[in-house]
């Protein structure tokens, strides 16, 4: 590390907010894997929310772009699919600011057994309290909300809509 370098490189990744949802950073997601730094390069692995993540070239850029404005000149992004990003994977500072921020926060991720998952058009049904009131009279609205990993409620007591994360 040379003297033009403030933070470390992982305190400086860790700093790097969602682009979707920008309460929360990169690592409160769980979406960074690794910071590594090999002579004057930072490698950093990172695992989308789910393979087709339209926020992944703005997360890689953002990641790149702030390393750079703190003095790392040499930046490599690995994506790494295996294992797949989980929910579960969502720190508790994480699932506290969703939960100050208004979110439903996702609840155990399903467990799958190995092999081929089938596909279904329809999402099991959840039982979501309202981060409002807390009833759990809540009704589904639409499985997708403003982005493709929340979906959105509405409290049937005290009547406002709200997003869950979803469970993956």
Not at 76 to 98: F, H, N, V, Y
Request: charge should be negative; aromatic fraction near 4%.
């Amino acid at each position: 590390m040379t003297a033009t370098h403030t933070m470390s490189a992982r305190d400086v990744v860790a700093a790097v907010m969602d682009p979707e949802m920008p309460l929360l950073t990169l690592t409160d997601l769980g979406v960074i894997r690794d910071v590594d730094v090999a002579g004057d390069t930072v490698c950093v692995t990172i695992t989308p929310t789910y393979s087709g993540c339209p926020a992944m070239a703005t997360i890689r850029d953002d990641i790149e772009h702030t390393l750079r404005d703190a003095g790392y000149t040499g930046v490599q992004i690995k994506t790494s699919l295996s294992p797949a990003w989980s929910s579960d994977w969502i720190t508790e500072d994480g699932r506290q600011k969703l939960r100050e921020a208004g979110y439903s926060v996702p609840g155990a991720a399903p467990r799958r057994a190995a092999g081929p998952i089938a596909l279904t058009l329809i999402a099991k049904p959840r039982k979501i309290h309202c981060p409002q009131c807390d009833s759990a009279n809540t009704q589904l609205s639409s499985e997708f909300g403003a982005t493709l990993c929340k979906a959105l409620y509405r409290c049937l007591d005290c009547l406002e809509p709200f997003d869950h994360v979803k469970e993956i």
